[in-house]
């Protein structure tokens, strides 16, 4: 019984050892010592990243509540919006105060991304229509490029500042406004119903009476003449139709007319305005230009 114990014992024992000889020690033990490697490296990664995000947050933090903000505001400010007007339309335009502004044909508006505590100034060229939001901390300022500026808190006005004119004009709807020209000291302060005639080559202004039916209803897409002369009526005409229109002879310019226009095409105008005086006109057809673009349409207006 005790021989057999001993061969089963010394049997288990080279079975043992067969096993020992095909076990790869330093195979084992490079396997072993890449996954400590391997566990090192990862709890030194792990301890990077949040040594890093502790670092790294605090100025994210900074960064996204206080610098961004700031350098934002800075931004928005510098950074300006044109709106223009097109032939033909009327643009409407909600500015960063919430103030509402029309733009008549041919006209654009310069004004900040965003104004700022003190100032709320927008550059005209050409006729526009203000709604201006009311504060009486902050003025709303109006500037042309001839240096006429129209300053208000909160009140409605228009203003007709085309380049090509040789005066512009400034009619109070609501509220009061103050016109002022870069070559004369004095200011002009409006009253509901008056309208401010600015030289654009003396800055000399008088204030007058005006008809705000007459001088605003552009926005509303009419086109309103009280006892208006021909050559004042074309050229609201050329602007609104974006068209050159030129007149032969001095007594056309005499011609006078009261009228109202809402949807009537160019030459429905014509033709009401030919049928209330002896005048004819003849209208040019556009000309293809060498950039590839077309030139305006031209018409004549004479006598019969």
Not at 39 to 45: I, P, S
Not at 126 to 131: L, P, S, T, V
Request: aromatic share 10%.
């Amino acid at each position: 019984m005790i021989e057999t114990e001993n061969t089963d014992s010394l049997h288990s024992l080279l079975e043992d050892y067969e096993k020992q000889k095909t076990i790869d020690a330093a195979a084992d033990w490079e396997r072993l010592r890449k996954r400590i490697a391997f566990d090192r490296n990862k709890h030194l990664f792990f301890n990077f990243l949040r040594n890093t995000a502790a670092i790294l947050l605090p100025l994210f933090l900074v960064c996204q509540y206080v610098l961004y903000p700031i350098l934002n505001e800075s931004r928005s400010i510098e950074e300006t919006i044109m709106v223009t007007s097109a032939p033909g339309m009327v643009t409407k335009t909600i500015l960063p105060d919430g103030s509402e502004v029309w733009l008549n044909a041919l006209s654009s508006l310069t004004y900040p991304h965003r104004f700022t505590e003190k100032d709320r100034t927008v550059q005209l060229s050409g006729e526009a229509y203000f709604k201006v939001v009311s504060d009486e901390k902050h003025r709303f300022n109006v500037e042309t490029a001839d240096g006429v500026k129209i300053s208000a808190y909160g009140t409605e006005f228009n203003v007709n500042a085309y380049a090509s004119d040789t005066r512009y004009e400034v009619t109070l709807a609501k509220g009061n406004v103050e016109v002022c020209a870069k070559e004369s000291p004095k200011q002009k302060i409006l009253s509901v119903g008056e309208k401010a005639v600015i030289s654009a080559l003396t800055g000399n202004i008088s204030v007058s009476p005006a008809d705000t039916y007459v001088e605003t209803a552009w926005k509303d897409g009419k086109m309103v003449f009280r006892r208006e002369k021909l050559d004042k009526i074309t050229e609201r005409l050329s602007r609104k139709f974006g068209v050159d229109i030129r007149l032969e002879g001095d007594r056309l310019k005499e011609y006078e007319y009261t009228a109202t226009f809402t949807d009537e095409t160019l030459e429905d105008i014509l033709d009401l305005l030919k049928r209330s005086a002896p005048i004819t006109y003849s209208i040019s057809k556009q000309k293809q230009l060498e950039n590839e673009t077309f030139s305006r349409k031209e018409i004549i207006i004479k006598l019969r």
